[in-house]
């Protein structure tokens, strides 16, 4: 008989925790994650597993330790003057923020971010032995320079989270509400750009503020306009003092070889992903432009989702979707559902499947 949860000596700040749990379900339209659900196109693919299969007759040997050539290739990506000194990497950008918690928060220490945010800020906070406060934002999400500022120097955290843009509502962070907490706080400051690419050219990325900011910490990944969800591969630009801080607390050989060599060799294809980022930022204003048609109140996305309001039983509307073949998430703020911009086609099933329910169900 398998024991209990509760049987178990587990540590007492994650008693009563949940993990975290997207719904997974085999359905014809996907669309509850904020993935790329574009195919990657076949000359990358072909690309990445030439790369890939020369590394396999290596396989036997540790990786680079230092996953030299990928932090080459990120540099290079990002601009801004960087250099691989100040790049670091990890599976996923879920791995490389409980380095940034490991190496800076951790027991008696805490982390905040301003709610709704990153459902996953406070798991890893309290999965490291940190303590997580919320901040709050406006009814429309937003948070101005003013609030950020006294809410940060009120609550004097370790470690700060600023998602540029956010995740779930879509909102975007102005430069000077990231300063603004900055000169607040003593701790560090990351923002997580995990859906920038999306955003207009007119909202600058956090990146041209790391200069004379050594505390300051940029966030990436590859899963949403590089389609490398499945791949794991996340990232982070700061200064070198900061990823001689995030060594200390890293696995050995933590980026394998074969992630190593399929993550470089889809950045060298950087412009063909981000032709592709445009087709999805065409649907997600699609959907934007029709919901309110629908009876619905789409908020302002600078990412490949759109949160809507007016949903006056989010649940019901969820389960009619999924019994019409097309998944979404209800990520828990009343009367609000998220749909992720897939492709047109795609698209088209959800804003079909939506018309065909009763808004006001």
């Not at 932090?71 to 380095?99: C, K, P």
Request: include cysteine.
């Amino acid at each position: 008989m398998s024991a209990r949860l509760d049987d178990l000596p587990l540590r007492d700040d994650l008693r009563g925790q949940t993990p975290y749990g997207a719904p997974q379900a085999s359905l014809p339209v996907a669309l509850n994650v904020n993935e790329n659900t574009h195919p990657m196109p076949e000359d990358v693919a072909d690309d990445i597993l030439d790369a890939v299969a020369v590394a396999l007759q290596e396989v036997n040997r540790y990786p680079d330790r230092e996953f030299t050539a990928l932090r080459e290739g990120f540099a290079d990506y990002l601009g801004f003057g960087l250099t691989r000194d100040e790049i670091w990497a990890a599976n996923g950008s879920n791995e490389v923020l409980q380095h940034v918690l490991q190496a800076f928060a951790g027991p008696g220490r805490t982390a905040f971010g301003f709610a709704p945010t990153y459902s996953m800020y406070p798991i890893i906070t309290r999965g490291t032995g940190a303590a997580w406060t919320a901040g709050t934002r406006s009814h429309d999400f937003t948070v101005d320079a003013g609030s950020a500022a006294a809410q940060v120097a009120a609550t004097a955290p370790d470690v700060v989270f600023l998602c540029a843009p956010n995740n779930p509502t879509g909102t975007p962070m102005p430069l000077d509400v990231i300063e603004a907490v900055y000169e607040a706080t003593h701790g560090v400051v990351v923002v997580d750009e995990a859906y920038q690419e999306f955003a207009p050219r007119s909202e600058p990325s956090a990146l041209a503020l790391l200069p004379g900011r050594e505390r300051l910490i940029v966030s990436r990944t590859m899963s949403k306009a590089f389609a490398f969800a499945g791949a794991r591969v996340g990232y982070l630009a700061a200064d070198a003092a900061v990823i001689d801080a995030l060594r200390l607390v890293r696995l050995p050989y933590h980026l394998s070889t074969l992630t190593q060599a399929a993550a470089t060799a889809a950045l060298r294809h950087a412009l063909t992903m981000l032709r592709m980022v445009d087709e999805i930022v065409a649907q997600r204003d699609r959907i934007s432009a029709t919901l309110p048609a629908l009876g619905y109140e789409p908020h302002d996305s600078s990412t490949n989702f759109v949160l809507f309001g007016g949903v006056n039983d989010p649940a019901a509307i969820w389960q009619q979707l999924y019994d019409r073949g097309v998944l979404i998430r209800d990520v828990g703020i009343p009367h609000h559902l998220r749909v992720t911009a897939g492709t047109d086609i795609e698209t088209t099933a959800f804003l079909d499947a939506l018309a065909s329910i009763d808004s006001r169900s």
